[in-house]
C-alpha cells in the first residue's frame, strides 16, 4: 500500500517515528511541528530544542531515552508488510471532517480505501449487550444508510458496533472500523472480530487507527477512539445504551463537533433505553428510519454526494489550481496570473469545483481547497 501523504517520504518516517512515544498526543505533536522546520529535526532535537519547543524537561528526557530504541526506517518496513498507509495532518487526503476537530490526530494509519470509505460517513454505535429489538434496528437503519450510499463507521466492538459493520457488508456499502489499538493483525482488538476486519477490508472498506503498529489496547484508549468515530461523521447514530454506555461518549463528542446526533428510541422498561431517551430529551433527533438519517443530514442522494465529494480533477485547470491551493489559499486573480489565464476562465473552473466540493470560498474571492 501507498502512503498518502504531500510530506516527503524522507519526513513521514519522522512522524511515525515520533507518533511512537504515545506522551506526544494531538497539542504536543503541534507544537513540535511549529517550532521544528520539519519532523526529522523534531526527533533529533536535543534536550533543549524540545524544552524551547514547550516540551517539559522532564518529557523531553523520557522521549530522548525512547528514542534510543526506534529505528524509523524499521518502522516503515513494518508498516508495509502488513499493507498499513500513513497519512499526516499536513496532507489533504487527511480526512475533511476529521481535520475540523479540537484535537484531530496528528497522523493515521490505515488499511483499505481511505478516501473512498470516508467522503460522507455516520457513525453507528450501542451497547455490547445488545437486545433483538437493537440487533433488527440496527440491520434496518444502518443497512438502509449503506443502501444509501452512506458509509457505515463504529469501533470494531462486540455488539452493535460489530452488527453495524455486518449490516454494511450485507449491503456491499462502506464501512470504517475505528480501532483503540494499532490495525496489524496481531493488535487487533477483540481478537474475536480479527475475522471481521479482514472481511471489511477484503471487501473495500477501511480499518483505522491513530495508534501506532503494535500498539494494545489500553482502556484509556477507547474515549480517544470514540472522538475519531465521531470527528469522521456528519452524525452519530445510537442505538440501545445505557446511561454509563461509552456510547455517549462518541455522541458527546459529535455535539463538541457540532455534528448532529441522532438517536433511536426504545423499550422503557429496559436499561439500555435510558441513555438514548436522555439523548433524545436533550435534543437528538428520534430515528425510526434511515430515512430520518438522510434528512437530518440534510442529504438528497447520498451517492451522487459521494461521488462528487471523492472526485478527482477531471481538466489541466482543475489539477492546476489544486496543486496551487494545496499549500495556502489564494484570490482568483492570484489564481489567474499564476496560471496565466483570464480571470473568466479560472471563475467558470472554481465554480465547477465548488460543486464538486473541491475548493471552498470562504469570502472576498479566496479559495481553499476542501
Not at 507544537?31 to 519532523?39: G, K, N, T
Not at 455490547?128 to 444509501?148: C, D, F, L, P, W
Not at 438522510?294 to 489550481?321: C, F, H, M, Q
Request: proline content about 3%; hydrophobic content about 45%; charged content about 20%.
Amino acid at each position: 500500500m501507498s502512503i498518502i501523504t504531500h510530506v516527503s517520504q524522507k519526513d513521514v518516517k519522522y512522524w511515525v517515528a515520533l507518533s511512537l512515544f504515545l506522551k506526544f498526543g494531538p497539542r504536543r505533536f503541534q507544537r513540535l511541528r511549529e517550532y521544528f522546520p520539519d519532523m526529522q529535526a523534531a526527533f533529533c532535537a536535543d534536550a533543549a530544542g524540545l524544552r524551547n519547543a514547550g516540551i517539559s524537561q522532564a518529557l523531553a528526557a523520557e522521549f530522548i531515552a525512547r528514542r534510543e530504541t526506534i529505528n524509523p526506517d524499521f518502522e516503515m518496513e513494518k508498516l508495509a508488510r502488513e499493507q498499513i498507509g500513513v497519512v499526516t495532518l499536513a496532507d489533504s487526503a487527511y480526512p475533511a471532517l476529521l481535520k475540523e476537530i479540537y484535537d484531530a490526530p496528528p497522523l493515521l494509519y490505515y488499511r483499505g480505501s481511505l478516501q473512498k470509505n470516508t467522503a460522507l460517513c455516520l457513525a453507528v454505535v450501542g451497547s455490547r449487550k445488545y437486545s433483538s429489538y437493537g440487533q433488527r434496528v440496527t440491520e434496518t437503519i444502518a443497512g438502509g444508510a449503506s443502501e444509501a450510499g452512506i458509509s457505515i463507521v463504529s469501533g470494531l466492538a462486540l455488539g452493535i458496533d460489530a452488527l453495524a459493520h455486518e449490516a454494511a457488508l450485507a449491503q456491499r456499502g462502506a464501512t470504517v472500523a475505528v480501532l483503540g489499538s494499532g490495525i496489524n493483525d496481531a493488535a487487533i482488538y477483540p481478537a474475536t472480530n480479527r475475522g471481521l476486519a479482514r472481511r471489511i477490508i477484503a471487501h473495500g472498506g477501511l480499518l483505522l487507527s491513530e495508534f501506532p503498529y503494535g500498539t494494545p489496547a489500553f482502556k484509556y484508549h477507547f474515549p480517544q477512539r470514540n472522538r475519531v468515530i465521531a470527528g469522521l461523521c456528519a452524525g452519530t447514530l445510537v442505538i440501545e445504551a445505557s446511561e454509563k454506555s461509552g456510547a455517549l461518549i462518541t455522541a458527546r463528542h459529535a455535539l463538541e463537533a457540532g455534528r448532529e446526533v441522532f438517536a433511536v428510541p426504545g423499550d422503557i422498561f429496559r436499561i439500555n433505553s435510558a441513555g438514548t431517551h436522555n439523548l433524545i430529551k436533550n435534543g437528538a433527533i428520534v430515528t425510526t428510519s434511515a430515512q430520518d438519517i438522510l434528512d437530518g443530514l440534510g442529504i438528497v442522494n447520498a451517492k451522487a454526494t459521494v461521488a462528487a465529494r471523492t472526485s478527482l480533477p477531471a481538466t489541466k485547470i482543475e489539477s492546476d489550481i489544486t496543486k496551487l491551493l494545496r499549500t495556502e489559499s489564494l484570490h482568483i486573480n492570484q489564481l489567474a496570473r499564476s496560471l496565466a489565464l483570464d480571470t473568466a476562465a479560472v471563475n467558470a473552473t472554481l465554480l465547477t469545483m465548488e460543486l464538486k466540493r473541491m475548493v471552498r470560498n470562504t469570502g472576498g474571492g479566496n479559495y481553499v481547497l476542501t
